[in-house]
């Protein structure tokens, strides 16, 4: 941890590594959406959910939301809370409106990333523990919600941003803490999701049989 502090510099260095880990903190059940739709393939009760009165995917993005939004609201105002008052955090109001768009599309991202990787699992035939846990260690890492890229070269920042999972906290906490905005940043996450998209649906059709005889 000194070694990241004395990285930051001083100044509006440190300040923005305060304040990005800050908003990780708050924001950490956002930022690698995980539904239970890997689990269900895996023991086959995805079969009883194909009877419910909705799509599979309404169903799983409600029953993550329903997990998720009282658990982000309390931690991260008890999170935020501490920051504003120990370190006198505040962030700019009016860049709220393009962090939440930017949310919302890492949101998109993560979820749509969930199910690729759900329905992979199920084509290999690969245990479903085990590549849950080499994929959260991965992204949790490569998202920049456990090692914000301003730390890094900056050779390695630019790669980094424009892969997948930058999308899903990098990109949104930068443009709300970070002195500059650029298009740039909401442009990488909207090719993220039409390229998850156009790979998620031909996938999740191509599985559907598979997915049926699991269940029963």
Avoid at 124 to 146: K, M, P, Q, Y
Avoid at 154 to 160: K, N
Avoid at 161 to 166: D, G, L
Wanted: charged share 10%.
């Amino acid at each position: 941890m000194a070694g990241v502090w004395a990285q930051a510099g001083t100044g509006d260095g440190r300040a923005y590594l305060v304040s990005y880990m800050a908003i990780a903190q708050a924001l950490g059940f956002l930022l690698q959406p995980t539904t239970a739709m890997g689990d269900d393939l895996a023991n086959g009760t995805v079969a009883t959910r194909m009877l419910w009165p909705m799509s599979l995917v309404k169903y799983y993005v409600s029953q993550w939301l329903g997990h998720v939004i009282v658990p982000s609201l309390i931690s991260g105002c008890l999170i935020l809370m501490a920051w504003h008052i120990a370190w006198s955090g505040s962030v700019q109001m009016g860049r709220i409106p393009v962090f939440l768009v930017s949310l919302l599309l890492g949101v998109i991202i993560g979820i749509e990333f969930d199910f690729i990787f759900s329905m992979l699992i199920v084509r290999v035939e690969n245990e479903t523990w085990f590549a849950n846990a080499i994929r959260w260690s991965l992204v949790a890492i490569f998202n920049g919600s456990v090692i914000p890229f301003v730390i890094l070269p900056e050779s390695w920042q630019g790669v980094l941003r424009w892969q997948p999972f930058a999308s899903m906290a990098n990109i949104p906490i930068d443009l709300l803490v970070s002195s500059g905005f650029s298009l740039s940043s909401l442009a990488i996450q909207l090719i993220w999701v039409v390229v998850f998209t156009l790979v998620c649906v031909p996938l999740y059709r191509a599985t559907w049989k598979r997915i049926t005889v699991l269940g029963g």
